[in-house]
């Protein structure tokens, strides 16, 4: 056996067996969490170590329990999912509507500092978040929007326009100028070519892009707390799992039935959008 035989087969195998590994860190937590969330509490307390559920305990009363209205008993997530699906989406159509010029500037304009403005869009991220909690408070405060859902989807769009533009401007860069050159001379602008030529071709990284976004703005919970922690009634649902979480007389199968809605969402538009987030993610990374 030659050495380039056996580098193809050892990093064959190494590649499976990563892959593998992989897949059990994720898969196993999720599976023990969606077990439990279907597994009546008196059951779990009995046998704490079985993980197994059996026909005559298999229950979705937990899933009934986490979506009914706090009026009705229950822990409210319905109206929790609605306003983090409204936060989200708000999020990524305004970053998208502020991304997309901007990357499209920076990757077609010529002007003066134009690879070190490139370089600061990902720059930002050197900061924590963290810094800027206790300043946007203050100032949306002042503004009024400290306690709304828009305040909260204008601070989340603070957070993930620099690296939107990133991510588009890598893509837009492999479009051929000569398909734009070809618009302009059948009379078309700058913003007519945007929307009607480089827009559909650069759908896969729009489609990246905005799932990116997306799972930034569901999964967030600092800013969420930090502004919505005083009115429950627009509270997202990573702050409905947190109140779960500390909550001493909720089963910790409710619990574990709010951590599967919360993250069933994110997974179901992942894999919706696999093909597309794929392509989106490795565009630009061959320019030849």
Not at 118 to 146: E, H, I, N, Q
Request: charged content about 10%.
């Amino acid at each position: 056996m030659t050495r380039a035989q056996f580098e193809e087969r050892f990093f064959g195998v190494a590649r499976r067996v990563t892959i593998a590994v992989l897949a059990l860190i994720t898969l196993v937590p999720f599976c023990y969490m969606l077990l439990l969330s279907v597994k009546p509490i008196d059951a779990l307390l009995l046998d704490p170590g079985s993980l197994w559920v059996s026909g005559k305990d298999f229950t979705l009363d937990t899933y009934r329990n986490v979506l009914q209205s706090t009026a009705s008993g229950g822990q409210g997530f319905l109206r929790l999912l609605l306003n983090s699906l409204l936060v989200s989406l708000g999020t990524v159509l305004l970053t998208l509507a502020a991304a997309v010029p901007g990357a499209y500037a920076v990757s077609r304009l010529r002007f003066f500092g134009n690879r070190q403005v490139s370089a600061l869009f990902l720059a930002v991220y050197l900061f924590p978040s963290t810094l800027l909690a206790v300043p946007l408070f203050v100032m949306f405060a002042k503004v009024g929007l400290s306690g709304s859902l828009v305040g909260l989807a204008v601070v989340y769009i603070a957070q993930t326009v620099p690296v939107s533009i990133y991510m588009l401007k890598n893509y837009f860069v492999t479009i051929p100028v000569s398909v734009e050159e070809a618009a302009a001379l059948d009379g078309a602008g700058r913003l007519t070519t945007l929307r009607r030529v480089v827009l559909p071709l650069a759908l896969p990284s729009l489609m990246a892009t905005g799932l990116y976004v997306f799972m930034i703005a569901w999964n967030e919970f600092l800013f969420a707390l930090l502004f919505l922690a005083a009115d429950p009634d627009r509270w997202t649902v990573s702050l409905g799992l947190q109140q779960l979480s500390n909550g001493i007389e909720v089963p910790k199968t409710v619990l574990m039935a709010g951590s599967v809605i919360l993250t069933i969402p994110v997974v179901l538009l992942f894999y919706a959008a696999e093909r597309l987030l794929t392509e989106g993610l490795t565009s630009g990374a061959d320019k030849g």
